[in-house]
């Protein structure tokens, strides 16, 4: 099921760039020199330019609740983003992201842990964007397929949950490995993209992310189980699910033989967290320079003054 839904979301990827691609190319060439009287199209520099944008995506979670491939759930991711051009090459971009991550042990190789969670996510990041090819002075002459590079900084806010006998927790309020965890955490996001230019000042951009964040509890799963009998009783039945599984029979290392013992396994705190966003984004450029001053406006003196009037009566004398 988690493959096909994989395989949707690449299909739909690659369907949408090249639907792009046949409206870029069937609107381009329709144009013909600049559009409108402005800066941005009348062969002056097109450096300042801003743009904003909308996204909508995948998110897809690697940690200790999938170390495999076949534990890979895809969930949707939504933006909004704001940027601005320095150069022929250089952009700077500001996004804010909502996105949901999701993994379970069932059917993975650490199935008999039986730990799962979901988690609604919030990114704010600042990007800088290298173009591989530059603008030239026409706006609307721009490059009809614009590969770049980004990378940058940020900060996310994650909230794991897990549903425990019909309801849902909150993990991070009940200390599972005993660790009293931020919420938040720096992110550095990275990945390539394309950029398609659609028609007058639309573009559409695809873009692969990853994202390398500071935190392994993203899942609330990093290092070892605790002592049950001193923790809150949910905290306890959250922390160790394993007695949940039934038909599986774990080989516990405690005498009670109901769970772990203290600094039994439960992560893998050698290795953070991460998460990577595969993403369309639709794209409006907007002209901040263009005034009307009633200054620009001038009239043109009509051919019956001045003059030649004057010579005209005087020849009809």
């Given at each position: ?158 909230t794991p949950r897990t549903k425990y006998q019909g ?151």
């Open positions: 099921m988690r493959k096909d839904i994989l395989h949707f979301t690449c299909g739909f990827v690659l369907l949408a760039f090249f639907l792009a691609t046949s409206v870029a190319e069937a609107q381009r060439s329709r144009q013909r020199g600049p559009l409108r009287n402005s800066r941005l199209y009348s062969g002056l520099s097109n450096y300042g330019v801003m743009k904003l944008s909308v996204g909508v995506g995948s998110a897809t979670y690697f940690g200790d609740l999938c170390e495999t491939g076949d534990c890979i759930s895809v969930r949707p991711y939504f933006n909004l983003g704001f940027d601005y051009r320095f150069g022929g090459r250089v952009r700077a971009r500001m996004e804010g992201a909502y996105f949901r991550l999701a993994s379970t042990d069932a059917g993975g190789k650490n199935a008999v842990r039986n730990l799962s969670f979901r988690s609604g996510n919030i990114e704010v990041a600042a990007t800088g964007i290298f173009e591989f090819y530059s603008y030239n002075k026409f706006f609307n002459q721009r490059p009809l397929f614009s590969p770049y590079l980004f990378a940058g900084i940020g900060v996310s806010y994650f309801s849902w927790y909150t993990l991070p309020r009940y200390d599972t490995e005993g660790v009293d965890y931020s919420q938040f955490t720096p992110v550095i996001p990275f990945g390539f993209g394309v950029q398609i230019a659609l028609a007058n000042e639309w573009d559409l951009s695809i873009e692969v992310g990853y994202r390398k964040i500071f935190t392994d509890y993203l899942d609330d799963v990093s290092t070892v189980y605790q002592n049950n009998a001193t923790m809150d009783p949910i905290a306890a039945a959250l922390a160790d699910r394993t007695k949940e599984l039934g038909g599986l029979a774990p080989t516990y290392d405690s005498n009670d033989k109901i769970h772990w013992n203290e600094g039994h396994k439960r992560g893998n705190p050698d290795r953070k967290d991460s998460y990577i966003i595969v993403a369309a984004k639709l794209e409006y450029t907007i002209n901040p320079l263009v005034k009307t001053r009633r200054s620009n406006v001038k009239f043109r003196r009509p051919k019956f003054s001045g003059g030649t009037g004057g010579s005209r009566q005087k020849r009809r004398r």
